[in-house]
């Protein structure tokens, strides 16, 4: 895994909201990054979460999975570090007895 993430050959499994996985790379799917900017949007002008996914589900909006928004979903989608281009690979690991790890900067 370390050699994928070194060659640049690591390839992500599932996409955030907003993004699909075409060729095994990410692409922006352009409806739905519209969607995650009006989420920002609305947060930044003090919007709840729970208000936002109140207005999604009322504008039939669906989520990736086709199901209705709820707090905790904004919630993830406010918290993902994939939407500010700052991509963190291997946050955690498993050492010699299998036992995990969050990196704290121990692998690089």
Partial sequence: MRKRFADGS??????PYGYSI???NLVTNP???QIVKQIFDQFLQGS??????????????????GHHWWSSTIINI???????GDMLCQ???RDDQYHRHFNQGELA
Avoid: D, M
């Fill in 10 to 15: 690591f390839r992500v499994s599932s996409a």
């Fill in 22 to 24: 075409q060729n095994g």
């Fill in 31 to 33: 409806h739905e990054a």
């Fill in 48 to 65: 709840s979460t729970g208000q936002i996914a109140k207005q999604l589900n009322y504008e039939h909006i669906p989520t990736q999975r």
């Fill in 78 to 84: 406010l918290r993902n570090i994939n939407y500010t």
């Fill in 91 to 93: 946050k955690t690991y």
